[in-house]
């Protein structure tokens, strides 16, 4: 399969908010100078947008720079173009997921963030224990038993230094309230893709 999908960056322009003013950038690398996580991602913002530009679909979906973002906005704020860096790397990364894309869907950051947004959408908390049980699921049950067992000594020392309880998740009040306002959203947002 080739490398290079020259309809991608038509697809981002269209179906990413914000996918459209990336054609402002003029790859000066302020966005990617200024990102404090720049060293935990595999290609910066800049490059990703290069990528995007060369229909590099692959590389883009599977890479890390589009879950690592911790919004901190210094791209945001520093652009000379006003590309909405931050906004068009969340976005990007939830339309390839909306869309089912394998290639953004089976990646280890998107199973993470699966199991995340299961917990706090469940219990309007993220229990580390549960979270770290979903995602180590998301690789088989095989894969389950062997990453729990590995990570057994760390969650002894966590609960042992009380970083860790044990017993029913912690929860929000009214978790009822709170599916009706995500499903609400929900609603809103498949109508705003439909
Ligand atoms: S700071 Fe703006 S113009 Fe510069 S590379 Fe990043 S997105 Fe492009
Ligand atoms: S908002 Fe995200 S991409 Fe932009 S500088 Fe901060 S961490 Fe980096």
Not at 117 to 142: C, H, M, N, P
Request: hydrophobic share 40%; net charge positive; glycine share 8%.
């Amino acid at each position: 399969m080739s490398a290079y999908d020259l309809s991608f960056a038509r697809w981002v322009y269209k179906n990413v908010d914000g996918g459209d003013r990336m054609a402002l950038c003029m790859q000066c690398g302020t966005c990617s100078g200024s990102c404090p996580i720049g060293k935990q991602m595999d290609h910066g913002p800049r490059k990703i947008f290069m990528m995007v530009r060369a229909g590099m679909k692959d590389a883009v979906l599977k890479s890390n720079t589009l879950w690592n973002c911790v919004s901190c906005y210094n791209c945001v704020v520093r652009c000379p173009r006003k590309v909405p860096v931050k906004y068009i790397l969340h976005s990007l990364a939830t339309a390839a997921v909306r869309a089912g894309l394998p290639e953004a869907t089976s990646t280890d950051n998107a199973r993470f963030a699966k199991a995340f947004w299961w917990s706090a959408a469940k219990w309007g908390r993220t229990d580390e224990r549960l979270v770290t049980a979903k995602y180590y699921f998301a690789f088989g049950l095989v894969a389950f038993f062997k990453k729990s067992m590995a990570n057994l000594p760390i969650a002894i020392g966590l609960v042992k230094g009380k970083r860790m309880h044990v017993g029913m998740p912690h929860k929000c009040k009214n978790t009822g309230e709170l599916q009706k306002i995500l499903a609400k959203a929900a609603e809103i947002e498949a109508r705003k893709h439909a």
